[in-house]
């Protein structure tokens, strides 16, 4: 989520293809605290000095954003939901549906690997998941949950130049 660009952005594209898109059915998930512990699959080399080791290039609580402003900037979309809270919990209060597009973009290992293993299974026929961060040198741990859970499940997908891998069922 963080300041919910990405968002905004799908819904100005779905309002401009279907002509009084108020937001419903648009569910923005993100635990508005910033990320949680990242953990050895995130880890990337860190030099400091001469010295090289292993750390994650964002600590727990980066990326915080208040809700509320977050919220404001939907003013437009006034059926676009909002659901606060870590994933993997947080998901289980979504509704028991069918999704089109899921958009994942929560940089680490754990909670990409968790989107993947709850909306694959509830992706429609036709419906679309992207990652943003599959090509991301910064976050590499997105990219091992992608290509564990696309391997692990048989599933083909392509990437872009600009570093999203995207999937369609
Ligand atoms: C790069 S930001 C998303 C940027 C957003 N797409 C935009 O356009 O502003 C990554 C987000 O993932 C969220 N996040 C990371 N791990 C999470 C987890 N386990 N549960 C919920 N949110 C998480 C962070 O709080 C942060 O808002």
Same mark, same amino acid.
């Given at each position: ?5 990405? =968002? &905004?952005?799908?819904? @100005?594209?779905?309002?401009?293809? $279907? @002509? ?7 569910? &923005?998930?993100? +635990?508005?605290?910033?990320? !949680? ?6 880890? #990337? ?9 292993? $750390? *994650? $290039? ?10 509320? %402003? ?17 994933? *993997?919990?947080?998901? +289980?209060?979504? !509704?028991?549906?069918? /999704? =089109? ?6 940089? &680490?290992?754990?909670?990409? &690997? ?25 976050? !590499?741990? =997105?990219?091992?949950? /992608? ?8 599933? =083909? ?6 570093? %999203?891998? #995207?999937?369609?069922?």
């Amino acid at each position: 989520m963080f300041q919910g660009f990405s =968002a &905004l952005f799908a819904c @100005r594209a779905a309002a401009g293809l $279907a @002509r009084g898109f108020d937001g419903t059915g648009f569910y &923005l998930v993100d +635990s508005f605290a910033g990320f !949680p512990k990242p953990r050895e699959e995130d880890f #990337i080399p860190m030099s400091s000095g001469t010295n090289i080791r292993n $750390a *994650p $290039a964002f600590n727990e609580g980066d990326a915080a954003v208040s809700l509320e %402003q977050v919220s404001a900037a939907f003013r437009d979309f006034p059926g676009v939901r909002f659901e606060r809270g870590f994933i *993997p919990d947080v998901l +289980s209060r979504l !509704p028991e549906t069918n /999704w =089109a597009f899921v958009h994942i973009d929560v940089d &680490l290992h754990e909670p990409t &690997l968790a989107c993947l293993e709850y909306f694959y299974p509830r992706l429609t026929s036709g419906g679309v998941i992207i990652c943003d961060d599959y090509g991301s040198r910064l976050f !590499p741990g =997105a990219r091992k949950a /992608w290509e564990a859970y696309c391997d692990a499940n048989g599933i =083909a997908f392509v990437t872009l130049e600009s570093g %999203q891998s #995207i999937l369609v069922k």
